[in-house]
C-alpha cells in the first residue's frame, strides 16, 4: 500500500504523442513520478533527440534533488528511464492506456487526423487531452466521441521545470474527466489551476500581449532589447526580460501564435504582424534552438 501521489492517481498508463519540446518534457515529468509513459514520436530523429534530451534532463533533476547521493541520483534516472517506452506506432500503446496527451503540431487538420483514428480504438476509460496553446480543445475535441473525456493539459517550457499545469475544460468535458486531470497532475508535482476553453487560458493571454508590447517598444525605438530585459528582470523580477523569452520559446513559435490571435482578433493592434519578428523568422533566427534569434548563443555566451 503506498500513499504517494502517484499511487492515488486513477491514471497510471500515459501516453505522450510528439516528442518535441514539449512533448519530451510531459513524459519525463510522467515517468519520474512513478508513471508508466510510452512516448510516440513518428519521425525517427527527433524520437533519438527526445531520448537523449530526456536523459539529459533527468540526470539534472537527478542531481538537484539527490546532491548528496550519486548513487541515489543514478537509481532516480534509471528508475525513471525504465517506466519510459518509445514507439513510432501510435497504435500499439493506445489499447491499453488511461490518458493520451497530444502535443503535435499545432496544425487542427493534424490533431483532427490524429484523434479520429484513435478515438475508436483507445478503451472506453481513457482520457483524451491536448496541450495546445493557441486552438480551442473543444475544436480539436470535436472529432470525436468522447466530448466528455476529453480536456486540455496545458504545460510550461521547461516541463520539468515550471511548476504550473493548467486544466482546460470545455462545456463537455465532465466533472470526472477534470477531477481525474487535477488529481493527475498533482501526482506529477505540478499546481493545477482550471480554466474555460478561452484563447491563450491564463497564462498566454497575458504573457501574450506582454511579449507584443515588448516588440513594439523595440520597433519605436523606445528602449534597447538589452534594456527592456534587464528592466524587466531587475524591475518586475522576471526571471528572463522579454526578449530572452521570446528566443527562449522560439520567435517561430510566438510568430504562430501571434498570427492565431491575428486571426481571431484582426482588428486588434497588438497582433498586427511585428517587422523585426518577421525578418528575423524569415533569416532563419529562431532563437535559442537556431544559435541566433535577438541574440547570439553559443555553448558560453549570450551576446
Ligand atoms: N530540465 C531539467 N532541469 C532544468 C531544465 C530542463 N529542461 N532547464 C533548466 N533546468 C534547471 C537547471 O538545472 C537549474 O537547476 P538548479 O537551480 O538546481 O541549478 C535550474 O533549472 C535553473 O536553470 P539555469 O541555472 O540553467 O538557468 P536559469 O536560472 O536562467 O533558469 C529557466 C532557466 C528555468 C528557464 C528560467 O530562466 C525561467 O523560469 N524562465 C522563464 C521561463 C518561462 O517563462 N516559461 C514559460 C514560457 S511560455 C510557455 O511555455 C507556454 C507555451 O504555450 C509555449
Redesign the pocket.
Known amino acids: 500500500f503506498s500513499t504517494s501521489p502517484s499511487a492515488m492517481s486513477a491514471i497510471k498508463h500515459v501516453t505522450v504523442i510528439g516528442g518535441g519540446l514539449m512533448g519530451s518534457?510531459i513524459a519525463q515529468v510522467a515517468a519520474q513520478s512513478g508513471h508508466q509513459v510510452t512516448l510516440v514520436e513518428i519521425n525517427e530523429g527527433a524520437l533519438k533527440k527526445a531520448k537523449s534530451s530526456i536523459e539529459t534532463?533527468l540526470k539534472?533533476?537527478a542531481k538537484?534533488i539527490h546532491k548528496d547521493s550519486p548513487e541515489e541520483a543514478e537509481k532516480f534516472v534509471t528508475n525513471a528511464l525504465s517506466k519510459l517506452k518509445t514507439t513510432m506506432n501510435v497504435m500499439e500503446p493506445i489499447q491499453n492506456t488511461d490518458l493520451i496527451i497530444e502535443a503535435v503540431v499545432e496544425n487542427i487538420n493534424v490533431k483532427h487526423k490524429l484523434f479520429s483514428s484513435i478515438d475508436p480504438i483507445a478503451p472506453q476509460h481513457t482520457i483524451f487531452a491536448s496541450n495546445t496553446?493557441s486552438l480551442f480543445i473543444q475544436d480539436i475535441a470535436s472529432v470525436t466521441k468522447r466530448k466528455d473525456r476529453f480536456g486540455g493539459l496545458?504545460f510550461?517550457?521547461?516541463v520539468?521545470?515550471?511548476k504550473l499545469l493548467e486544466v482546460i475544460r470545455t462545456p463537455e468535458t465532465s466533472d470526472e474527466t477534470c477531477e481525474k486531470m487535477m488529481t493527475w497532475g498533482k501526482a506529477i508535482g505540478k499546481t493545477t489551476i482550471t480554466c474555460k476553453d478561452t484563447p491563450g487560458f491564463v497564462?498566454?493571454k497575458l504573457?501574450g500581449p506582454y511579449l507584443r508590447e515588448a516588440l513594439k517598444m523595440f520597433e519605436r525605438g523606445d528602449a534597447t532589447v538589452q534594456d527592456i530585459d534587464t528592466a524587466m528582470k531587475l524591475g518586475a523580477g522576471y526571471?528572463?526580460g522579454p526578449f530572452e523569452?521570446l528566443d527562449?520559446?522560439g520567435l517561430d513559435?510566438h510568430k504562430l501564435v501571434a498570427d492565431g490571435w491575428r486571426k481571431k482578433f484582426p482588428t486588434d493592434p497588438l497582433f498586427k504582424p511585428s517587422e523585426i519578428l518577421e525578418n528575423l523568422v524569415a533569416e532563419g533566427k529562431l532563437g535559442v534552438k537556431s544559435g541566433e534569434g535577438f541574440y547570439k548563443y553559443d555553448k558560453t555566451s549570450k551576446v
Do not use: E
Request: glycine content about 4%; overall charge positive.
Open positions: 518534457g534532463n539534472r533533476v538537484k496553446s496545458h510550461f517550457n521547461p520539468p521545470v515550471m497564462v498566454n504573457l526571471p528572463m523569452l527562449y520559446i513559435t
